[in-house]
T-cell receptor
Framework: SAVISQKPSRDICQRGTSLTIQCQVDSQVTMMFWYRQQPGQSLTLIATANQGSEATYESGFVIDKFPISRPNLTFSTLTVSNMSPEDSSIYLC???????????FGPGTRLTVL | GQQLNQSPQSMFIQEGEDVSMNCTSSSIFNTWLWYKQDPGEGPVLLIALYKAGELTSNGRLTAQFGITRKDSFLNISASIPSDVGIYFCAGLAGNNRKLIWGLGTSLAVNP
């Protein structure tokens, strides 16, 4: 499995500002995903980060609110834009390696918006 | 979006007891994954299942891919305090790489 790190691990932000979360993997991976996990809830897929092209967003998530970059096979960023308290969540990146379906997760970024 | 039916929602057991939880789906899956999430951490993959009827163990954990391909269970034998956490099932159908998630089973172990 890959070793995945996320920065920052947590942050407290003011309403209306933006935060960029980084996901770094120690090896090349095939797919990278971004999830949101609200307190006490299951995981919700935001988008699939595509290398060198626009991310594929799930229903209810849009690029203007959650712009994503994936410049190479080991790194991706998720920006939470124009934040409101409803964006307070844990944001997780995950990856798949090779042709396998197993997803491995980073430690998450705990975001609180005041 | 689609979710799996995961039960029970929570369990409170004594140390040493065995635990069983399961997930069901209305559609056929070709992959079942079981994860454990500790507070403040990301989910950690415990077991992956790829074939109907497959029974796989990882230490004290055993999981099975149901023969109908619409369900899976996870057993934990002789529970210990560090088993505390939230367990999630997740599945994949067809060629779709989007995981469908259960709502989680919260496990508490009384030492």
């Amino acid at each position: 499995s890959a070793v995945i790190s996320q920065k920052p691990s947590r942050d407290i932000c003011q309403r209306g500002t933006s935060l960029t979360i980084q996901c770094q993997v120690d090896s090349q991976v095939t797919m990278m995903f971004w999830y949101r996990q609200q307190p006490g809830q299951s995981l919700t897929l935001i988008a699939t980060a595509n290398q060198g092209s626009e991310a594929t967003y799930e229903s209810g998530f849009v690029i203007d609110k959650f712009p994503i970059s994936r410049p190479n096979l080991t790194f991706s960023t998720l920006t939470v834009s124009n934040m409101s308290p409803e964006d307070s969540s844990i944001y997780l990146c995950s990856v798949t390696t090779g042709g396998y379906n197993e997803q491995f997760f980073g430690p998450g970024t705990r975001l609180t918006v005041l | 979006g689609q979710q799996l039916n995961q039960s029970p929602q929570s369990m409170f057991i004594q140390e040493g007891e065995d635990v069983s939880m399961n997930c069901t789906s209305s559609s056929i899956f070709n992959t079942w994954l079981w994860y454990k999430q500790d507070p403040g951490e990301g989910p950690v993959l415990l077991i992956a299942l790829y074939k109907a009827g497959e029974l796989t163990s990882n230490g004290r954990l055993t999981a099975q891919f149901g023969i109908t391909r619409k369900d899976s269970f996870l057993n934990i034998s002789a529970s210990i305090p560090s088993d505390v956490g939230i367990y999630f099932c997740a599945g994949l159908a067809g060629n779709n790489r989007k995981l469908i998630w259960g709502l989680g089973t919260s496990l508490a172990v009384n030492p």
